[in-house]
């Protein structure tokens, strides 16, 4: 079946630090890929995305790119701001089934 | 940008009532989901529809659970008889067709007391 797995947190950075977490996934075919952030209190709001190996996936200065040799999708910041602080949930949706959702990251970022 | 729309923002009910939250999907979007994220934990699928009928379900979509588009622009899931465990956030989403990305509303906190 399909699976995601991500990075254990909390993650705990300085503000300006450089930031990766963690995302492999199983999957038949070829799915798409996505990252959800989770702000405190709020609903899921969709990061970036990517459909095919190769593509990079960027929003808000956050990036990942679809490797399918290593079914990962790592997503990386160059600089943190406090602002980031949030959950990070890794997914796929494989064509006609449902989204599988990692269990999420949650990342810390202090001034 | 069109997007799918969540009501209300926060329920709180007693243990024992009846529930029902609603969702606006994507005008022209013809699949729709629900999935459930307890506290601190992974966001979960339980039930997908298309044409009137449950599509798919989780095991955590029991006879407690119900869905329905009542009409040609609400999604409702129904839960009969609440229990402390249900409570959570509850997203639902919609999707265009089959095979293409679905697109998530912002939720409803769910506070069974």
């Known amino acids: 079946g399909n699976s995601v797995t991500q990075m254990e947190g909390p993650v705990t950075l300085s503000e300006e630090a450089f930031l990766t977490i963690n995302c492999t996934y199983t999957?038949?075919?070829?799915?798409?890929l996505f990252w959800y952030v989770q702000y405190p209190g709020e609903g899921l709001q969709l990061l970036l995305k990517a459909t095919k190996a190769d593509d990079k996936g960027s929003n808000k200065g956050f990036e990942a790119t679809y490797r399918k040799e290593t079914t990962s999708f790592h997503l990386e910041k160059g600089s943190v701001q406090v602002s980031d602080s949030a959950v990070y949930f890794c997914a796929l949706d494989n064509y006609g089934q449902n989204f599988v959702f990692g269990p999420g990251t949650r990342l810390s970022v202090l001034p | 940008e069109p997007e799918v729309t969540q009501t209300p923002s926060h329920q709180v009910t007693q243990m024992g009532q009846e529930v029902i939250l609603r969702c606006v999907p994507i005008?022209?979007?013809?699949?729709f989901y629900w999935y459930r994220q307890i506290l601190g934990q992974k966001v979960e699928f339980l039930v997908s529809f298309y044409n009137n009928e449950i599509s798919e379900k989780s095991e955590i979509f029991d006879d407690q659970f119900s869905v329905e588009r009542p009409d040609g622009s609400n999604f409702t899931l129904k839960i009969r008889s609440t229990k402390l465990e249900d409570s959570a956030m509850y997203f639902c989403?919609?999707?265009?067709?089959?095979?293409?990305?679905?697109?998530f509303g912002p939720g409803t906190r769910l506070t069974v007391t």
């Open positions: 989403a919609s999707s265009p067709g089959s095979g293409r990305w679905q697109y």
């Open positions: 005008s022209n979007h013809l699949y």
């Open positions: 999957a038949t075919g070829y799915p798409s």
